[in-house]
């Protein structure tokens, strides 16, 4: 017997059995969001829906796939619709979202998207494209979308960037900028247009089979763009807005609206971006397959408190930093969200560079100890081996996979000269790092200990060795 698909026409089965939306949907969309992953499904857009279950209709969705049309055809068929897990401590709940009511593929579908910017009805346009750094491509997408908004004498928008990327609201209006075509263009853009700052924090691990099979018990139809995540979540957004009374809006529905921005973004990319990737190197090492699995062993646990109290949070600006400690440790433990170490690793080469150096700078600045980071750019170096110690294989996804796996390959056997190639990458470290003989051989002495004794046992001599 087939099963109905989560869509509008299956209302009477799945309304009953979970929350969903309760408001008028399909008018023309307030919101234009480029990048329709996981996390913007599982963060934004659960944002926008409780402002449309406010009563406040302005902030539907169209949401954009940059590239691939599968998920964008999935969702077409479910009439925008999919349902989201949110689990803690406590258990579990489930919602369906409606806040996308159009959707469109920015490869293949261009012109519409651009088309779309210059709706008057048109108030945000928000990104979540990439923590890997905006290409040319995307400033010029955006810049032919607000020519036409500046033809048609639409008001302007605020385009607001949620990527993991320091500066984020002035990294993308200088991109925009620099593909405007003329100055009269960049000048309205300048005037009408606002491009906050942002930090978004919520773990959103990928799309798979079991959140799907669990959606369709939960719901009675099938719904093959079920997500799962936590029930934390922070959106801080700076204070700058096309319309200045969006600000209250948003504060009713929980973001954080401040002129601090980089306070709070600091804290997430060297406190939980920071610990998640030395985590997931580990993990992949030791044959462990989620963050919840690493977490929950005492000394991994351990070694990412004291990597987080030593050696991040002395230069951070976050005064609540031990609330979110204690709320990071809670929300890697979480058992229900199966977090990949390798999908947390893939890329590092272009996350480490962000999520590390500046903390490794300020204890050397300071005097202060670097062992906890030492010993995770150790276990980077390993983890490019490709296998764990179990010799069990594993995917290296990163665009610098082939250089990753030559500076590992002779480690065995040559290890320091392994460890000062790996830290002489100024591309992975910055400028100041690979000329720092300290942190050289602090890496060098770890990776040493990794090699002689494995991961876990390098971890615990690690913690008795610096009390």
């Given amino acids: 017997m087939s099963v ?27 919101v234009l969001h480029l990048g329709l ?31 691939r049309p599968d998920l964008v055809d999935c969702l077409k068929a479910q009439d925008g619709l999919y349902a989201v897990r949110v689990a803690d401590a406590h258990g579990l709940k489930w919602q369906v979202c409606g806040a996308l009511w159009r959707l469109s593929v920015a490869a293949s579908q261009r012109q519409e998207v651009v088309q779309a910017m210059a709706n ?13 750094g ?37 990294v993308l209006q200088a991109l925009v900028l620099a593909a405007c075509p003329d100055a009269p263009l960049r000048d309205w853009i300048s005037r009408h247009c606002a491009f906050p700052c942002s930090m978004v924090d919520r773990i959103v691990p990928a799309m798979n089979a079991a959140i799907s099979e669990q959606a369709q018990a939960a719901l ?13 979540w922070e959106w801080v957004i700076e204070n700058r807005f096309a319309d200045p009374s969006d600000a209250a809006v948003l504060q009713s529905a929980g973001v954080q609206v401040t002129d601090q921005v980089h306070v709070y973004e ?64 809670r929300r890697f433990a979480n058992p229900h969200l199966r977090h990949s170490v390798h999908q947390i690793a893939t890329d590092s080469s272009l996350k480490i560079a962000q999520r590390w150096p500046p903390s490794i700078l300020g204890q050397l600045g300071q005097g202060g100890g670097i062992d906890h980071h030492a010993l995770a750019a150790a276990a980077w170096l390993r983890y490019g081996l490709g296998h764990a110690e179990d010799g069990t294989p594993y995917a290296i996804q990163d665009p610098n996979e082939a250089m990753l796996r030559a500076l590992a390959a002779g ?51 690690l913690l008795q060795e610096i009390a």
């Fill in 411 to 461: 480690q065995q056997q040559e290890p320091q000269a392994s460890v000062q190639a790996l830290l002489a990458r100024q591309e992975l470290w910055g400028s100041q790092l690979p000329s720092q003989s300290h942190w050289v051989a602090r890496v060098g002495h770890w990776h040493r200990r990794i090699l002689a004794n494995g991961m876990d046992g390098a971890i615990k001599q």
């Fill in 220 to 232: 009675g139809v099938s719904d093959h763009a079920a997500l799962g995540t936590e029930a934390f």
């Fill in 37 to 67: 992953g996981a996390f913007h499904r599982a963060h934004q857009a659960l944002v926008f829906e409780r402002l449309l279950g406010s009563g406040d209709g302005r902030w539907g969705v169209h949401g954009v796939g940059m590239t």
């Fill in 266 to 329: 600091d804290a997430k990319l060297r406190m939980l971006n920071g610990s998640h990737s030395a985590m997931a190197l580990i993990g992949a090492v030791t044959g462990r397959a989620c963050i919840s699995d690493c977490i929950e062993q005492p000394h991994i646990r351990d070694f990412i408190t004291r990597l987080i109290e030593r050696e991040v949070a002395p230069h951070l600006a976050r005064t609540d930093w031990r609330d979110y400690r204690d709320a990071l440790l």
């Fill in 120 to 132: 008057p009805a048109l108030r945000w346009i928000t990104l979540t494209v990439t923590e890997k």
């Fill in 134 to 170: 905006y290409g040319p491509e995307l400033g010029h997408l955006l810049a032919d979308g607000l020519r036409l908004r500046q033809a048609a004498g639409a008001a302007g928008v605020t385009v607001a960037s949620c990527d993991n990327l320091r500066g984020n609201g002035q």
């Fill in 4 to 30: 109905a698909r989560l869509q509008e026409a299956s209302r009477p089965t799945w309304a009953p059995k979970v929350t969903g939306p309760s408001y008028r949907r399909g008018d023309e969309p307030g």
